[in-house]
């Protein structure tokens, strides 16, 4: 018996034994791996201090609020040991640490994702919030991130301190030693220095700060002036000297007459919703100036709860003024048919992802040539009907860079350009350096004209034929009008001109297979060279051209805007692979369908409360202002007073008198939705003492009211 106990007594003595140093090495994980608990590995030098200072977090503090707030991980060991439970007081303060203190803690997140519990809870677990997307090594069971995440995230980290300088100023001011006082100033000015509030506060949207921190902390991240550090009067470009060119004035002065024109360039902030298409938060009037005046309004953090008594006030007069993100309707976006979020399209990027990485790696002649970009060329070839394309970055860069290389390599080249034509196609022409000529828009006989008097000229003098080129698009974007295609090719190709035909504003709406107005036409075979956008129809990003292999192949081997570029990321390629392919097929042909529909429906309804539509056969609706001021007021009316977003367009994008909107439709967009613009339109329209036309009322309204007429008839014959 006496045997036995004295076992038992030897056991009980190692278990006590080993219970705090299995303790210790847990928190020493955690601290370790986590970001958010080590901060930075340069605060301690080696383990034996790391021990000691877990030692004296675990002593100081029952809740372990040390370990898991980044301003604590990182100031001194002395601050630490004399602190105390009193951190735990200063936690309560902080809006982030609440839910640290007050939440069950469990497992950061690894690469499967947030756990069931963190997935009903709403947000990622507040022992790391920044969700480290590595699983661990050496600690798979606890779940912590690893330590290379750790140090990734360090200066992550670092700019993030949920911390207020009023809580620091406390601190610093108690009865605590010298060397305390300084390691809480020195604390203070790497993170927040001359600030007079909490840089998380002030850094997050103010509609998820103080409900959920850490889903703040995963949200977009806004710079404030305050953070931006200027050189002042080293600065050359500001203070150049007595003797140099004053470029700061220069700019300034140029800036300011395009405001007094009011065609000054002022971009929305708008992000579209992919789940509720085309509508879409607008953050043009931010929410971070409200919150610096909310916070400036509040007097001393000092008091108890100060952190949220400001959160309060915060959120009260947020919810009456224009901080907080705003619903709004789309009408100008040239995602045209909406298959950016389309769910096959999405899923198919996400896949490639996950394989692929988000980037090439390289231009398409070093690493970038993937087997994704590889199949959309050919796709491409096959839906123009042409014999190679190739992908360009944009289809600004592809209009560029083939004309400006067949302009080069071209031998005496002269190129016929639309007076219409869009700026990347006369930049082309004008990188090309060859001769140029420009004829009335859409008008094939002054082309001809052109065209014939340098034929005349060559068999006069007895020279070889030129080379020549017509340049022109099928859908011109601003006033959405539609060249004659077909007679502009017929001409070209009678004076032995190749043609180059932009359907940028046409692919993946026109047509059986969504090729474009030349697919429609069924003159797919007179268009020598075809220019396409994947950012428009088809909902991604990127451009191409499609024509006789020799030709793309010249251009694959010569053009600067092609060669000595980053390729297109295989996820977007991918993404636009399967965009076109459903566009090709039924599925494409019943969206061009609705599409069609709602675009009729809107313009019916435009002229039948006479608004200045202009006249056009294609899906864009120009309605024309004649003023860049009013214009510019109708837009942010729109936005600001019945949420639409509708851009106004401007000078120089327009010449000057011919101001306008440019509406798109989509067929997403709802009767209700049709209602409310045109209500709206008119009512904006009205308040700018802008006149109104007379009502018209189209042949096809009178169609279609005898259709709805019919259907009641047959609607009543069947029920009786």
Known sequence: RRLVVRCVFVLLILFARWIPISFTNFQLKTYVCCPFCSGSHSAHSNSTDIVVFVEAKTMALSSSVSSKCPFLGRVSKTFLRNSGASLKTYAEKCPAMRDVLYS?????????????????????????????QTTCQGAAQSGFCSPAAADATVEYVKERCPFTNAILSATASSKKSEAVQDAVKSAAST???GKTACPFLVSQDPALAFSDPVSAMQSVPVSTDSEVHLAGEEDFYKNPGEKSFDYSQFFEERLDEKKQKHIYRVFKTVNRLASSYPSAHDYSRSAYAAVDKVLSSVGSLEEPNGARLIAKDMLEKLSHSDGLPKN?????????????????????????????GVGAGGTRNISGNGRFHVLLERELASLHQK?????????????????????????????????????????????????????????YNHLEQLLAEDCQYEQDNGLAPRPKLVAFESVYSMTGDVGPMDELCDVSHKYGALTFVDEVHAVGLYGDSGAGIGDRDHILAKMDIVSGTLGKAFGVVGGYIAGPQTLVDAVRNQAPGFIFTTALPPSSVAAALVSVRLLRGKEGRQLRRRHQGNVQHVRRQLLAVGLPVMDCPSHIIPIHVGNAQ?????????????????????????????????????????????????????????????????????????????????KQKLIVGVSA
């Open 191 to 193: 993170y927040m220095p």
């Open 328 to 356: 709004v309707t789309v009408w100008c976006s040239n995602d045209y048919l909406g298959m950016s979020r389309h769910p096959l399209v999405t899923q198919v990027a996400k896949q490639v992802i996950d394989n692929h």
């Open 387 to 443: 014999e190679q394309a190739l992908l360009f970055t944009s289809c600004y860069v592809a209009n560029d860079s083939v004309l400006s290389t067949l302009g080069k390599w071209l031998p005496d080249c002269i190129i016929y350009s639309d007076e219409g034509n869009h700026a990347s196609m006369i930049q082309g022409i004008r990188n090309g350096r060859g001769v140029k000529r420009v004829f009335r828009h859409s008008d």
């Open 104 to 132: 069950p803690v469990r497992a950061c997140s690894t690469v499967s994702g947030p756990s069931t519990v963190q997935q009903e809870k709403g947000f990622v677990d507040p022992l790391c919030p920044l969700k480290c």
């Open 630 to 710: 009013k214009c510019t007021q109708i837009c942010t009316d729109l936005l600001n007073d019945h949420g639409i977003y509708i851009q106004a367009i401007n000078p120089p994008t327009v010449p000057h008198g011919q101001e306008m909107l440019r509406l798109v439709v989509t067929p997403h967009h709802t009767p209700d939705m049709m209602h409310h613009l045109v209500n709206s339109l008119l009512a904006v329209w009205q308040k700018s003492g802008l006149p109104l036309g007379a009502p018209q009322v189209l042949e096809t309204d009178i169609l279609e009211d005898r259709r709805e007429q019919l």
